[in-house]
């Protein structure tokens, strides 16, 4: 099936193939005609199988038909709440992507920041708001959000959300939906009081069920260096002196990382290139085709930015950042050893992610070979004070993420299925 297949207009379809797909995902396929029928959905997706785009391409097209002209929306219409500021951020991205040719506005709010810049972008007019649960109900509170038109209401990642305590949050937000809407909801799991909560939110839902990608291709060798935050560029440098690497596709966990990852290397002289959700899409494209003509030797890019990227013969891929999710590894990786090629994955493990490297080793169901002769180990050396509170806020996270899973599989139902809830 090819994206054309599902009745998309135009405007999204021009998006999707500048994007680079052609194909839909599973979950895509599935969830999109259902949502464009006006369906309620109950959705088991783990992040990774692709369900942003399945609630988010069905909402634009049916706000963008329902718009006159060059009107510009004031009333929110679309609400998609998430538990974190980095899912937020990457829906709000895949939002403005597939929505770039269409009349639809869309902005992110979330907590920890100064509001004021939000609350500017809430009064220039928004169709749809993507929020975490704690800044929206405190923005509704001060009077600059009505969720009194809301026609489309998605609940991603439920049973996260409910993990991180936002229960009474989101049956506050429920309590002041109109009773008239489409609502979405995703979970990875479904225990009990994610079934309990999906009883209150959806009208005689259509179910999509999509298991996550656990495994890694046979043809995929995979190598893994522990190193200090301090170090870890130094050790990207060793392992890039290796000439036959002509061609090495490497992760970084945000836009800003990507590209100061870029300009190191640039400045030692290693011909490179950074492609994420700030890049225009003549920036990418460029990149992305300098990177195949063999022009660059690296392209350093984002998840959100490698979404699109589709190189039949890359044989190696880095992982500068772990990625705090496991799913996303098998699917950063798998870019390498397309069509039964070898392929070779090497990741760089600071400490703050030694546990990411355990949880996608228990999804994989292997260990990562570790290669041992390493210049720059990982050691016992302090921290600097940015490096501690990081390593810090981290550590409490997953503290309070093991006692919460603790707790999961002492209720029964759901709780020994695995699964990394890490932001």
Do not use: W
Not at 230 to 241: F, G, I, P
């Amino acid at each position: 099936m090819r994206f054309e297949d599902l009745e998309i207009i135009e405007p999204i379809l021009q998006a999707v193939r500048e994007e680079g797909y052609t194909k839909p995902t599973a979950i895509q396929e599935r969830a999109i005609p259902m949502v464009l029928a006006g369906e309620d959905v109950l959705g088991s997706a783990q992040t990774g199988t692709g369900k942003t785009a399945a609630f988010s391409i069905p909402i634009i097209q049916h706000l963008h038909l329902g718009k006159k002209g060059d009107q510009r929306q004031s009333k929110i219409q679309g609400l998609i709440v998430t538990p974190t500021r980095e899912l937020a951020i990457q829906i709000g991205e895949s939002l403005s992507t597939y929505g770039r040719h269409t009349r639809i506005r869309n902005t992110v709010i979330f907590g920890g920041v100064n509001q004021s810049k939000q609350i500017d972008a809430l009064k220039k007019g928004v169709d749809i708001l993507v929020a975490t649960p704690g800044r929206l109900l405190d923005l509704m509170n001060q009077g600059f959000i009505s969720l009194n038109d809301i026609r489309y209401f998605v609940l991603d990642e439920a049973d996260r959300m409910l993990d991180m305590g936002f229960i009474h949050d989101i049956k506050k937000i429920i309590a002041k939906l109109p009773s008239r809407r489409q609502s979405l909801f995703f979970s990875a799991t479904m225990p009990d009081n994610i079934l309990d909560l999906s009883r209150k939110i959806l009208n005689h839902p259509k179910k999509v069920e999509v298991n996550p990608v656990s495994s890694t291709a046979a043809t995929i060798n995979q190598f893994l260096y522990y190193t200090n935050k301090s170090t870890k560029k130094n050790l990207l440098l060793h392992v890039l002196e290796d000439q036959e690497m002509d061609q090495v596709l490497i992760f970084a966990k945000t836009k800003h990382g990507s590209d100061r990852v870029n300009r190191y290397l640039r400045d030692e002289k290693i011909k490179s290139a950074a492609i994420h959700g700030d890049k225009s899409q003549n920036q990418r494209q460029k990149a992305l085709q300098q990177f195949k003509d063999g022009q660059i030797r690296v392209l350093v890019a984002t998840d959100i930015a490698a979404r699109g990227i589709d190189i039949d013969d890359l044989q190696y891929v880095i992982n500068y950042d772990i990625p705090n999710i496991a799913e996303t590894y098998v699917h950063r990786i798998g870019r390498s050893g397309r069509a039964g090629a070898a392929g070779v994955a090497i990741s760089i493990s600071e400490p703050e992610e030694n546990a990411f490297i355990r949880d996608i080793e228990k999804l994989i169901k292997k260990k990562i070979e570790v290669i041992e002769k390493n210049p720059f180990p990982q050691t016992d050396k302090p921290m600097s004070a940015a490096e501690r509170k990081e390593f810090e806020k981290e550590k409490n996270r997953r503290r309070q993420e093991f006692f919460a899973n603790r707790k999961k599989k002492k209720s029964g139902p759901g709780g020994e299925r695995g699964r990394n809830k890490r932001k």
